[in-house]
């Protein structure tokens, strides 16, 4: 079946400081992928919708300067958490869908963000 | 908002007893789809109803769905305890390409 990795599953960093997570498809082109964040036992809630070779589209609320999303090539989507503080800390889960199976969402391990 | 909502909210079996979780929705749906997510994990695809359809089964679980009512139901029977995890209903709905989650039910089974 549809593999999606993502990394790093697990990160602690500094107030201030830019986080990068990295989402790929592993065996399927994902056009389309999608990034969600989840508070603990809550959730999921879509932040936005990542598009290859073009701009993402952003949930309302969500700031796309805060939350930079580039989806450079098929099998590759980046979230970066620019300027971290302590209420960014979540866990963040992205997802694809193989355009062949088009219905089904595939989904990273997820990345557990503490900023302290 | 779109989301849907789940109940219960949590809910504690014994192993070998079934688990209903219900799930409700607002709007129009081509499909709804449930997902389990292990604690701090991803979560994995279990079963998918379209919206034509009234129910489904894979293995021990069943899934209706009633479009009139806006709702739906995973029942998985003869639990065990590697059931033990949060289950979530999402839908499928045309002008949207990412799915809306509903609030989802932590199921713990007792061994």
């Known amino acids: 079946g549809a593999v999606v990795s993502q990394h790093p599953s697990r990160v602690i960093c500094k107030s201030g400081t830019s986080v990068k997570i990295e989402c790929r498809s592993l065996d399927f082109q994902a056009t389309t992928m999608f990034w969600y964040r989840q508070f603990p036992k809550k959730s999921l809630m879509l932040m936005a919708t990542s598009n290859e070779g073009s701009k993402a589209t952003y949930e309302q609320g969500v700031e796309k300067d805060k939350f930079l999303i580039n989806h450079a090539s098929l099998t590759l989507s980046t979230l970066t958490v620019t300027s971290a503080h302590p209420e960014d800390s979540s866990f963040y889960i992205c997802s694809a869908r193989d355009h062949q199976l088009n219905e089904k969402l595939f989904f990273g391990s997820g990345t557990q963000l503490s900023v302290l | 908002s779109q989301q849907g909502e789940e109940d219960p909210q949590a809910l504690s079996i014994q192993e070998g007893e079934n688990a209903t979780m219900n799930c409700s929705y607002k709007?129009?749906?081509?499909?709804l789809q449930w997902y389990r997510q292990n604690s701090g994990r991803g979560l994995v695809h279990l079963i998918l109803?379209?919206?034509?359809?009234r129910e489904k089964h894979s293995g021990r679980l069943r899934v209706t769905l009633d479009t009139s009512k806006k709702s739906s139901s995973l029942l998985i029977t003869a639990s065990r305890a590697a059931d033990t995890a949060s289950y979530f209903c999402?839908?499928?709905?045309?002008?949207?390409?990412?799915?809306?989650f509903g609030s989802g039910t932590r199921l713990q089974v007792q061994p």
């Open positions: 999402a839908t499928d709905y045309t002008g949207r390409r990412a799915l809306t």
């Open positions: 109803i379209r919206s034509n359809e």
């Open positions: 709007t129009s749906i081509n499909n």
